[in-house]
């Protein structure tokens, strides 16, 4: 279920000074990585602070949500941290060459047949997201979703990933990891978690 649109959606994102709308500008030289489906926030967050010389874009389609997250960062005046509100597969021009890594976290599954193509691995995501990167390619996922883990395997192999790294549970595993809010809702629960690092 999608969330409410909070009552200061509208005032958080119009003052939000780390929106990008029209360029990309840190002011400086270092990588950029990208979270596709950003949510609340709480990773991208994380890895911001955690990780002062590189550079971080999330990326949210729903704007009720991405006010979540803006509210969240804000008070902490990261140089190093800026989103975009929007649909990622009309960021090309904006994003073309720019990106070294990718993260996908527990992206929708979209399990039935007919909406294969709207899944962030399916084969013309992956065509979309080549163009966005400035040099190697790597891709970083998590999920709690076995059948799109599997799909997702079979997807990047395809197009010419090699898979570097994987595990089936990620938390039992010796893996530097940030948790999301769902990742720590769900882990909770006993749900294992999957992740994969893939490189071109």
């Not at 990309?24 to 609340?40: A, L, R, S, T």
């Not at 960021?91 to 990106?99: A, C, D, M």
């Amino acid at each position: 279920m999608r969330m409410r649109n909070p009552k200061d959606k509208d005032e958080v994102i119009n003052n939000c000074s780390f929106l990008i709308k029209d360029s990309i500008d840190f002011n400086n030289d270092n990588v950029i990585e990208m979270e596709i489906g950003m949510g609340k926030g709480n990773f991208l967050l994380n890895k911001a602070l955690n990780n002062p010389n590189i550079n971080y874009i999330g990326v949210e389609k729903y704007s009720s949500v991405a006010s979540v997250a803006i509210k969240k960062i804000r008070d902490y005046n990261l140089d190093n941290l800026k989103i975009i509100i929007g649909d990622i597969k009309l960021q090309e021009e904006l994003l073309k060459n720019k990106i070294a890594v990718i993260y996908l976290n527990f992206s929708d599954p979209w399990p039935k047949a007919r909406h294969e193509k709207r899944r962030l691995t399916s084969p013309s995501f992956l065509d979309l997201y080549d163009k966005f990167f400035k040099a190697q390619k790597v891709i970083i996922m998590k999920t709690d979703n076995d059948d799109l883990f599997s799909y997702s395997l079979k997807t990047l192999q395809e197009h010419g990933y090699q898979i570097k790294e994987i595990s089936y549970d990620l938390h039992k595993e010796n893996i530097p990891n940030i948790l999301t809010e769902y990742e720590e809702k769900f882990g909770n629960l006993g749900s294992k978690i999957k992740y994969l690092k893939a490189i071109k």
